[in-house]
């Protein structure tokens, strides 16, 4: 059974930094692309990064582009989100997600969120 | 950048009646790299549709998706009670992947 597990949310101040992790099981983590998916309360779903297989590969929205970088241990099973310089609108769950047939494909699994709150 | 915009932003109807959301796109989805996600609240979304008309695995089969282009349609053939919550669509054409706003089915 695939499964993803999302942790490291947490209150933050604004400015502040907060690296979230996925640690996945039940399949061959190092075979598929994976993204991380946010949402704001209340509001809808929001692709944020995503991450090739290999982790050769990296692609960002545009709100976060030079403060967050994504990455994955494939020797871990595991894939990462450092957010630095944070701000009130970065507020949301995050979710990772993964990519049944690579980086241009839709997500099939995803975790169960953990929620990142910027605030003073 | 694709933006996807869905309509009803909500839709009350009842169990057993007839849905159909629609999302279309600013500009053609490329091979109909169009899914549909269901998210009840404080859940995770959960994949209905993908290629814009192909159903995951498990998704019962009074879901249907179809259309190409710019325009797309989820329909539910019969609403169930658990069929009631928000439904997303998402285009994966590119390597990042926009969603539309959503769809919130309500009970009428």
């Known amino acids: 059974e695939v499964q993803l597990l999302e942790s490291g949310g947490a209150l933050v101040q604004p400015g502040g930094s907060l690296r979230l992790s996925c640690a996945a099981s039940?399949?061959?983590?190092?075979?598929?692309?994976m993204s991380w998916v946010r949402q704001a309360p209340g509001k809808g779903l929001e692709w944020v990064s995503g991450?090739?297989?290999?982790?050769?590969?990296?692609y960002y929205t545009d709100s976060v582009k030079g403060r967050f970088t994504i990455s994955r241990d494939n020797s871990k099973n595991t894939l990462y989100l450092q957010m630095n310089s944070l701000r009130a609108d970065d507020t949301a769950g995050y979710y990772c997600?993964?990519?049944?047939?690579?980086?241009?494909?839709?997500?099939?699994?995803w975790g169960q969120g953990t929620l990142v709150t910027v605030s003073s | 950048e694709i933006v996807l915009t869905q309509s009803p932003a909500t839709l009350s109807l009842s169990p057993g009646e007839r849905a159909t959301l629609s999302c279309g796109a600013s500009?053609?989805?490329?091979?109909?790299?169009l899914a549909w996600y269901q998210q009840k609240a404080g859940l995770a979304p959960r994949l209905l549709i993908y290629?814009?008309?192909s159903r995951a695995t498990g998704i019962p089969d009074r879901f249907s998706g179809s259309g190409s282009g710019t325009d797309f349609t989820l329909t539910i053939s019969r609403l169930e009670p658990e069929d009631f919550a928000v439904y997303y669509c998402?285009?994966?054409?590119?390597?990042?992947?926009?969603f539309g706003q959503g769809t919130k089915v309500e009970i009428k």
């Open positions: 997600a993964r990519r049944l047939y690579g980086v241009y494909s839709f997500f099939d699994s």
């Open positions: 500009q053609s989805v490329s091979s109909n790299y």
């Open positions: 991450i090739s297989d290999s982790g050769g590969s990296t």
């Open positions: 290629d814009a008309s």
């Open positions: 039940g399949f061959t983590f190092n075979t598929y692309a």
């Open positions: 998402q285009q994966y054409g590119s390597s990042t992947g926009t």
